[in-house]
């Protein structure tokens, strides 16, 4: 029984994939996350973004990749956010 507790309580956090604008805080990241939204006139989708501060234990994040972030507790006055997991590294030039 505590097995499906703790499935549970892993499902009801949210995770998004988001794109890493800003690395230049200690064990902070900033998170670009890009949603779809109707127009309720015209019936168009419209591009919407929101900021997102994630947490990043090791520094490892550089701006560009693509991440998985998960919500938590609240770690500071801005971040709700922790970083799971970077699917995609950004090739620097």
């Not at 499935?7 to 064990?27: E, F, H, L, Y």
């Not at 591009?47 to 997102?52: A, L, P, T, V």
């Not at 998960?70 to 090739?91: A, C, F, G, H």
Request: glycine share 4%; with cysteine; aromatic share 6%.
């Amino acid at each position: 029984m505590t097995e499906q507790n703790e499935i549970a309580s892993n499902d009801s956090q949210r995770t998004i994939m988001g794109k890493v604008v800003s690395n230049k805080m200690n064990k902070t990241i900033v998170v670009q996350v890009e949603r779809k939204v109707k127009h309720p006139l015209y019936g168009k989708y419209v591009r919407r973004f929101s900021k997102m501060y994630a947490h990043d234990e090791d520094n490892t994040c550089q701006m560009g990749d693509l991440v998985v972030i998960k919500q938590t507790r609240p770690l500071s006055k801005t971040k709700r956010w922790k970083l799971v997991e970077i699917v995609k590294r950004d090739v620097q030039q």
